[in-house]
């Protein structure tokens, strides 16, 4: 393989940054980042890291900061929607008495903000204001060229942003187009001491199943200070459609709006528990909305000297909570690939691909399957739902399937001793 000294990164995003650290420390390639926005973007709520992930962010560096800042309980309550608690579930110990490594629970604006300390106490160059309109390769080398007249030319090109990545649409693969999943996320972050009556017994994950979809709180921050919630319901079309009567029909004009949306959404949801769930939205001074788009299975990963990694490459829906630890194997297998100077890059970029799209796919359809249980459901669906979840808690915690890693098995994982 030529020598990669120098590599061009599109995306400022956690992917982005944590690909140009990653290189310049093991690698000892010089990453130059071009991000589209005027600045670091924080835009989101909570992101959840499990054991896979965050043995990851240990090797890169910043684990004891992002520890530091977000929350790691690890219970998950179920309560139903006559306002009682359903039962318990342990999704993590297993995965961290293997690992050594359990779950974060994080902001991430927070999550942004460690990564970008790290990048610059590594004096990464970070470029904002940089739309990318082309990219042009020779033998040897590739050039990204952007909106302002500038470019920039490296031994090889990482596409690192996201769904809706421009270097897939103008280069890699075009024909791929993100998809709407008809699942939309409300959300908020809100500070305890916005709330009226204490929320310390609120540890963990809270879910509770209504018949207009699901609505969990967990604390988002190591001191509980702060705690995020979201709804995540089915909406006929993304919140920005053309069709103004639909999107008028779906999308609340404000805060007033969506308060008044979620208080219908919960208004079955009976006795105190309910309380305290309409008062949390009560209590939200912003709303956000997040229509869902994933990426078709089987596209296009690389070109020439051109890779895209992350949501880029393989977008799937957070309800499996592997997002961005996807993101982080990608990064450490290139990584890995890249030490290998024997390797001419189609070969890394083959092997790459070989070996992550099994992996990627199989959290894709676990992520995709997970998310069904967001859908609406009538009152007597929702009442079957009910009566199959609160049998399957009762074999869950009669054979203690906790201690057998159900739902565990992906946490394991360890990109670090995939063959190559």
Known sequence: MSEINKVLIIGGGPTGIVAAILLKQRNRITPVVYEAQPEPTTIGGAIGIPSNGLRLFKLLGVYEELISRGSSQPDVTLHSVRGSVMGQ??????????????????KRADLMDVLYGAARKADIEVNFNKSLVGIEEGDQQVTANFHDGTSGTADLLLGCDGVSSTVRKLYVDPDIQPEYTGVTDIFSLIPTSDRPTPVGSLHGLHVTFTSEGLFAITSATSSSDE??????????????IENVDEREKHEPRNVDDAQSMLRDALKDVRGEWGDLLRDFVRKSKSVKFHPIFTLPLGGIWHRGRCL?????????????????????EDVFFLSRLLSRSSFPLEDVFRIYDNKRRPRTDEIYKTAKKNG????????????????ILAAFLYCYNAFRLHKLGFGQSAMVYDIEKEDI
């Open 89 to 106: 579930m342990d999704l993590i110990s297993w995965s961290e008495n293997k690992t050594g490594f359990g779950m974060l629970k994080i």
């Open 227 to 240: 705690y995020y919630w979201f709804f995540s319901s089915t909406c006929p079309n993304p919140l920005w």
């Open 308 to 328: 895209i990694l992350g949501d880029a490459a393989h977008a799937m829906s957070p309800h499996a909570s592997q997002g961005v630890s996807m993101a982080l």
């Open 372 to 387: 069904q249980m967001r859908k609406k459901a009538g009152p007597w669906r929702l009442w079957l739902n009910e009566l």
